[in-house]
């Protein structure tokens, strides 16, 4: 299947791209299951040869349209595509020029992207960038929750359907010293604790035997997390973005997590932001209340546990001594008791996004 020649169809006939010199530019992990397992590749293909029948009788919208494909070959390879690409638009003088970047794989790749985006438009300040360049994230992994659609055929309508461009927010996340070169970023949730335990045994376990294992360790981490990483105090201060207090919480917590916003899952559609609340955290417990209650937290309904606090807030500063687990977006890092207090923080929106008309 040339999903390069059918998403390049689909483009020059959306609306968006309406009297555009369009470059069309797909980043795309080889080995991510969308591509590999054959009931995923082939569900994506007949999905792709759907949406092209959808829209063969609309007329071509692009003053002119240019497609590319890269292939990532390990880990990391995909920022470092993106930032040439990036580094091309921002040097195309042409007023006309419009540059989609499809990113096809799993949360890692679309983290990479993401994250050489934010390094140019946010910490660089070239906010020119935003208007130039649009990221369109295929769900090709095994996650797929920071995905525009969690399969591809709602994925497509992006550019099938009526849409509109969207300008979203990050989490940006840095340690005490608060260096540009110590700060990492989010695009669909950041978290310590428990959670980041699971993704890091899940990630361990996918580099040498495929399939998904993160609900197996959940399982797991109910039983062995507290043995490995001492569940300290913890103090979190939780403010809006002028400031305004919010919320303060002390004691020992399994888990602390901010969101880019609300209604967002991880760990391959667990609803951890059930609603339009933010930042979550879950207290510390005794094994057999963790072993009642945890099937909850994949479908939302630990919002109702007394253990759970939920909120909305731009901002959260978290004080804490012992060695804990960092996750980005599924991909983790160890921190500290140097790194504290850790902070998180909303983003002012700046990476261009499509999104349906409501």
Known sequence: MD?????????ERSPLFSGRNLHLVMIANPVAGGFTIKKRAEKNKKWLV???????????????ISSSLHETRNAGHAGEIAREVFLSALSDSDTDSYYLVIIAGGDGTSLDVQTEYAELCYVGKEERLSDKVCLMRLPFGTGNDGSDGRFLDESLRLLTGKAHFEKQSAVRVYPVQGKVSEQWFAFNIASIGVDA??????????????GDFYKIWVDLACLFYSMIYNVGKMTVVMTNHDGGHVLNQNGRFLLMLMGASGYRTYGSNQKILPDDNNVCGVREMALLRKLQLKNGFKTGKHCHYPETILCKADKIVIYYGERILLQLDGEARLLYPADFPLTMELTEPFITVIKVDQ
């Open 50 to 64: 759907d949406a092209i029948k959808a829209v063969e009788d609309k007329p071509v919208l692009t003053r002119s």
């Open 197 to 210: 335990f699971i993704t890091h045994m899940t990630n361990k376990v996918k580099h040498h035997l495929p």
């Open 3 to 11: 999903y390069l020649g059918g998403l390049k169809t689909l483009a």
